[in-house]
């Protein structure tokens, strides 16, 4: 393997792997492309000039919970969206409203969920969400019955872009979008009981 010779050639050979990658690459996994290690700091340097590259572009370099990867501008999905052949899913409001409990409350039982929302969760719910790779159960209170805790997954943290649950937005700023939408039901009820 040849190292490449300047700042540009180191840029092209991580942009490359970027772009060929069918999964974001962590700065680790990015480093393995050359023979001389270049070091963590000069390749956060370069995806950082890589990612002002790509500005004004309809794809946009970004970072997620599992790496870096590049992505369609949200602005411009509206387009991709007519070349799918399939539609897709739509999710009820009972796993919807059960995936915000599990992001924000996190890590949560079924009866903590049940709590919240003051139903039964159906089983196909969670399980919509395992097979989905959005929740996971990441371990059991020590209860009777022991009841599994579920969380989030990286692969929701990927799906949405985000690094962190810290860039999850507030729950205000849902209650004041789910108002505009004027969805039947309270969300500020869900707000309410997640708070306390």
């Keep these: 393997m040849v190292q490449p ?3 540009e050639a ?3 050979v991580l942009e ?3 772009l060929a990658a069918p999964a974001p690459l962590s700065v680790s996994e990015l480093r393995r492309l050359f023979d001389e290690e270049p070091g963590s700091d000069f390749i956060r340097r370069l995806l950082g000039e890589l990612a002002e590259d790509w500005q004004g572009r309809g794809v946009e370099l970004i970072q997620t919970a599992g790496g870096w990867r590049f ?4 602005e411009y999905q509206v387009y991709l969206d007519r070349l799918k052949e399939e539609r897709p899913p739509k999710y009820s409001r009972a796993v919807l ?3 915000a409990i599990i992001a924000y409350r996190q890590p949560v039982t079924r ?3 049940e709590d919240i929302r003051g139903v039964v969760v ?4 969670l399980k919509t ?3 989905r790779g959005w929740v996971d159960v990441v371990g059991h209170r020590d209860t009777p019955g022991r009841p599994g805790l579920y969380a989030t997954t990286r692969k929701f943290l990927e799906d949405l872009g985000l690094r962190s649950l810290t860039e999850l937005p507030p729950l205000t700023e849902i209650e004041r979008i789910m108002d505009l939408v004027e969805i039947p039901g309270s969300v500020s009820e869900i707000t309410e009981k997640t708070a306390s």
């Design 10 to 12: 180191f840029k092209l």
């Design 129 to 131: 969400l395992e097979s």
């Design 122 to 125: 159906s089983t196909n719910v």
């Design 5 to 7: 010779e300047s700042t």
């Design 111 to 113: 009866g903590d969920i």
């Design 97 to 99: 409203e059960t995936l």
């Design 16 to 18: 490359t792997a970027l």
């Design 71 to 74: 992505q369609t501008r949200p």
